[in-house]
T-cell receptor, first 114, second 112 residues
Framework: ETGVTQTPRHLVMGMTNKKSLKCEQH?????MYWYKQSAKKPLELMFVYNFKEQTENNSVPSRFSPECPNSSHLFLHLHTLQPEDSALYLC?????????????FGNGTRLTVT | GNSVTQMEGPVTLSEEAFLTINCTYT??????LFWYVQYPGEGLQLLLK?????DKGSNKGFEATYRKETTSFHLEKGSVQVSDSAVYFCALSVGTGNQFYFGTGTSLTVIP
Protein backbone atom coordinates (compact mmCIF):
# COMPACT_ATOMS: atom_id res chain seq x y z
CA GLU A 1 0.00 0.00 0.00
CA THR A 2 1.28 3.45 -0.84
CA GLY A 3 0.54 7.00 0.21
CA VAL A 4 -1.07 8.23 3.38
CA THR A 5 -3.81 6.12 4.98
CA GLN A 6 -6.22 7.37 7.61
CA THR A 7 -8.65 5.35 9.72
CA PRO A 8 -11.49 5.45 10.39
CA ARG A 9 -13.01 7.31 7.43
CA HIS A 10 -16.02 8.35 9.49
CA LEU A 11 -16.47 8.69 13.25
CA VAL A 12 -19.45 9.73 15.33
CA MET A 13 -18.82 10.27 19.02
CA GLY A 14 -20.53 11.75 22.00
CA MET A 15 -19.01 14.55 24.01
CA THR A 16 -17.96 12.20 26.81
CA ASN A 17 -16.35 9.57 24.59
CA LYS A 18 -12.67 8.89 24.04
CA LYS A 19 -11.55 7.89 20.55
CA SER A 20 -8.40 7.96 18.43
CA LEU A 21 -7.66 8.76 14.81
CA LYS A 22 -4.87 6.89 13.10
CA CYS A 23 -2.60 7.88 10.24
CA GLU A 24 0.07 5.83 8.50
CA GLN A 25 2.36 6.95 5.69
CA HIS A 26 4.19 4.62 3.31
CA UNK A 27 6.25 7.29 1.56
CA UNK A 28 9.39 7.23 3.68
CA UNK A 29 8.74 10.78 4.83
CA UNK A 30 10.03 12.13 8.13
CA UNK A 31 7.48 14.86 8.89
CA MET A 32 3.80 14.35 9.70
CA TYR A 33 0.97 16.80 10.29
CA TRP A 34 -2.60 17.05 11.54
CA TYR A 35 -4.91 19.58 9.87
CA LYS A 36 -8.54 20.46 10.59
CA GLN A 37 -10.78 21.28 7.63
CA SER A 38 -14.04 23.10 8.34
CA ALA A 39 -16.48 24.44 5.79
CA LYS A 40 -15.72 27.93 4.42
CA LYS A 41 -12.46 28.20 6.41
CA PRO A 42 -8.82 27.73 5.44
CA LEU A 43 -7.17 24.54 6.56
CA GLU A 44 -6.02 24.88 10.14
CA LEU A 45 -2.66 23.40 11.08
CA MET A 46 -2.91 21.61 14.42
CA PHE A 47 0.34 19.71 15.00
CA VAL A 48 3.64 19.03 13.26
CA TYR A 49 6.07 16.22 13.99
CA ASN A 50 9.54 16.05 12.47
CA PHE A 51 11.49 12.84 13.10
CA LYS A 52 8.96 11.93 15.82
CA GLU A 53 9.52 15.19 17.67
CA GLN A 54 6.66 17.65 17.97
CA THR A 55 7.76 20.92 16.43
CA GLU A 56 4.46 22.76 16.26
CA ASN A 57 1.38 22.97 18.45
CA ASN A 58 -0.85 25.60 16.95
CA SER A 59 -2.71 26.59 20.13
CA VAL A 60 -4.84 23.48 19.96
CA PRO A 61 -7.11 22.73 22.95
CA SER A 62 -5.88 19.98 25.25
CA ARG A 63 -8.88 17.79 24.39
CA PHE A 64 -6.82 16.94 21.27
CA SER A 65 -3.70 14.95 22.10
CA PRO A 66 -1.27 13.84 19.35
CA GLU A 67 1.09 10.89 19.48
CA CYS A 68 3.87 10.01 17.04
CA PRO A 69 5.54 6.71 17.96
CA ASN A 70 7.67 6.65 14.79
CA SER A 71 8.06 8.54 11.52
CA SER A 72 5.41 6.41 9.80
CA HIS A 73 2.57 6.59 12.31
CA LEU A 74 0.61 9.45 13.80
CA PHE A 75 -2.37 9.39 16.14
CA LEU A 76 -4.81 12.00 17.35
CA HIS A 77 -6.44 11.10 20.67
CA LEU A 78 -9.80 12.75 21.30
CA HIS A 79 -11.67 13.22 24.58
CA THR A 80 -14.52 15.40 25.84
CA LEU A 81 -14.94 17.06 22.47
CA GLN A 82 -17.41 19.80 21.65
CA PRO A 83 -19.90 19.92 18.75
CA GLU A 84 -17.80 22.66 17.11
CA ASP A 85 -14.99 20.13 16.79
CA SER A 86 -16.99 18.36 14.09
CA ALA A 87 -14.89 18.61 10.92
CA LEU A 88 -12.73 16.69 8.48
CA TYR A 89 -9.38 15.85 10.07
CA LEU A 90 -6.57 15.46 7.57
CA CYS A 91 -3.22 13.84 8.10
CA UNK A 92 -0.30 14.80 5.85
CA UNK A 93 3.36 13.94 5.48
CA UNK A 94 6.37 15.51 3.77
CA UNK A 95 9.93 14.51 3.04
CA UNK A 96 11.36 17.39 5.01
CA UNK A 97 10.23 20.64 6.52
CA UNK A 98 11.80 22.98 4.00
CA UNK A 99 9.58 25.27 1.98
CA UNK A 100 9.89 23.14 -1.15
CA UNK A 101 8.60 19.99 0.50
CA UNK A 102 5.01 19.54 -0.64
CA UNK A 103 2.47 17.94 1.65
CA UNK A 104 0.93 14.56 0.83
CA PHE A 105 -2.52 14.15 2.36
CA GLY A 106 -4.63 11.21 3.41
CA ASN A 107 -8.35 11.06 2.64
CA GLY A 108 -9.29 12.30 6.07
CA THR A 109 -11.55 11.26 8.93
CA ARG A 110 -14.98 12.88 8.95
CA LEU A 111 -15.70 13.48 12.65
CA THR A 112 -19.14 14.27 14.01
CA VAL A 113 -19.51 15.16 17.69
CA THR A 114 -23.04 14.75 19.04
CA GLY B 1 1.93 38.27 7.96
CA ASN B 2 1.36 35.34 5.63
CA SER B 3 -1.98 34.69 3.96
CA VAL B 4 -3.63 33.50 0.76
CA THR B 5 -6.74 34.95 -0.82
CA GLN B 6 -8.51 33.11 -3.60
CA MET B 7 -11.64 33.87 -5.53
CA GLU B 8 -14.90 32.82 -3.97
CA GLY B 9 -16.88 30.10 -5.60
CA PRO B 10 -18.67 28.18 -6.56
CA VAL B 11 -17.63 28.30 -10.20
CA THR B 12 -19.72 26.49 -12.81
CA LEU B 13 -18.43 26.03 -16.35
CA SER B 14 -19.44 24.11 -19.41
CA GLU B 15 -17.12 21.39 -20.68
CA GLU B 16 -14.25 22.76 -22.83
CA ALA B 17 -14.55 26.26 -21.34
CA PHE B 18 -11.50 28.23 -20.20
CA LEU B 19 -10.81 28.25 -16.46
CA THR B 20 -9.17 30.90 -14.31
CA ILE B 21 -9.12 30.78 -10.53
CA ASN B 22 -7.48 33.84 -9.01
CA CYS B 23 -5.06 33.61 -6.11
CA THR B 24 -3.10 36.38 -4.44
CA TYR B 25 -0.83 36.15 -1.43
CA THR B 26 1.04 38.10 1.19
CA UNK B 27 4.22 36.65 2.61
CA UNK B 28 7.19 37.53 4.76
CA UNK B 29 10.23 36.34 2.88
CA UNK B 30 10.26 34.32 -0.35
CA UNK B 31 7.51 31.71 -0.45
CA UNK B 32 6.96 28.64 -2.56
CA LEU B 33 3.48 28.52 -4.09
CA PHE B 34 1.21 25.55 -4.63
CA TRP B 35 -2.16 24.53 -6.01
CA TYR B 36 -3.88 21.56 -4.42
CA VAL B 37 -7.06 19.83 -5.62
CA GLN B 38 -9.60 17.96 -3.49
CA TYR B 39 -12.01 15.56 -5.16
CA PRO B 40 -15.21 14.58 -3.32
CA GLY B 41 -14.56 12.31 -0.36
CA GLU B 42 -10.79 12.57 -0.67
CA GLY B 43 -7.89 14.49 0.81
CA LEU B 44 -5.93 17.21 -0.94
CA GLN B 45 -3.60 16.28 -3.79
CA LEU B 46 -0.74 18.40 -5.04
CA LEU B 47 -1.62 19.72 -8.50
CA LEU B 48 1.38 21.95 -9.25
CA LYS B 49 3.97 24.16 -7.61
CA UNK B 50 6.41 26.99 -8.29
CA UNK B 51 9.34 27.82 -6.07
CA UNK B 52 10.58 31.19 -7.35
CA UNK B 53 9.45 34.25 -9.23
CA UNK B 54 8.49 33.74 -12.89
CA ASP B 55 8.43 29.96 -12.51
CA LYS B 56 5.49 28.26 -14.20
CA GLY B 57 4.04 25.15 -12.63
CA SER B 58 2.03 22.82 -14.83
CA ASN B 59 0.28 19.47 -14.58
CA LYS B 60 -2.68 17.76 -16.30
CA GLY B 61 -3.28 20.80 -18.51
CA PHE B 62 -3.36 23.20 -15.55
CA GLU B 63 -0.83 26.04 -15.33
CA ALA B 64 0.05 28.79 -12.86
CA THR B 65 2.83 31.39 -13.00
CA TYR B 66 4.52 32.83 -9.91
CA ARG B 67 4.15 36.60 -10.30
CA LYS B 68 6.13 38.41 -7.65
CA GLU B 69 5.25 41.89 -8.92
CA THR B 70 1.53 41.26 -8.50
CA THR B 71 1.88 38.66 -5.68
CA SER B 72 -0.34 36.33 -7.65
CA PHE B 73 -0.47 32.66 -8.65
CA HIS B 74 -3.59 32.30 -10.79
CA LEU B 75 -4.64 28.82 -11.92
CA GLU B 76 -5.61 28.36 -15.58
CA LYS B 77 -6.74 25.58 -17.87
CA GLY B 78 -7.60 25.99 -21.50
CA SER B 79 -10.35 23.38 -21.75
CA VAL B 80 -11.95 21.91 -18.65
CA GLN B 81 -13.51 18.46 -18.42
CA VAL B 82 -16.26 17.08 -16.21
CA SER B 83 -13.58 15.15 -14.32
CA ASP B 84 -12.00 18.47 -13.23
CA SER B 85 -14.95 19.11 -10.91
CA ALA B 86 -13.37 19.50 -7.48
CA VAL B 87 -12.30 22.08 -4.89
CA TYR B 88 -9.05 23.90 -5.65
CA PHE B 89 -6.81 25.33 -2.94
CA CYS B 90 -4.03 27.85 -3.36
CA ALA B 91 -1.28 27.65 -0.74
CA LEU B 92 2.09 29.07 0.16
CA SER B 93 4.98 27.75 2.17
CA VAL B 94 7.46 30.07 3.82
CA GLY B 95 10.08 30.04 6.51
CA THR B 96 11.37 27.10 8.49
CA GLY B 97 9.21 24.24 9.67
CA ASN B 98 7.31 23.94 6.37
CA GLN B 99 4.58 26.35 7.43
CA PHE B 100 1.77 26.12 4.89
CA TYR B 101 -0.94 28.74 4.52
CA PHE B 102 -4.03 27.74 2.56
CA GLY B 103 -6.81 29.70 0.92
CA THR B 104 -10.43 28.84 1.62
CA GLY B 105 -10.80 26.82 -1.57
CA THR B 106 -12.78 27.38 -4.78
CA SER B 107 -15.36 24.83 -5.80
CA LEU B 108 -15.49 24.08 -9.52
CA THR B 109 -18.32 22.22 -11.24
CA VAL B 110 -18.01 21.37 -14.93
CA ILE B 111 -21.23 20.43 -16.69
CA PRO B 112 -21.41 18.41 -19.92
Amino acid sequence: ETGVTQTPRHLVMGMTNKKSLKCEQHLGHNAMYWYKQSAKKPLELMFVYNFKEQTENNSVPSRFSPECPNSSHLFLHLHTLQPEDSALYLCASSQGTGINSPLHFGNGTRLTVT
Amino acid sequence: GNSVTQMEGPVTLSEEAFLTINCTYTATGYPSLFWYVQYPGEGLQLLLKATKADDKGSNKGFEATYRKETTSFHLEKGSVQVSDSAVYFCALSVGTGNQFYFGTGTSLTVIP
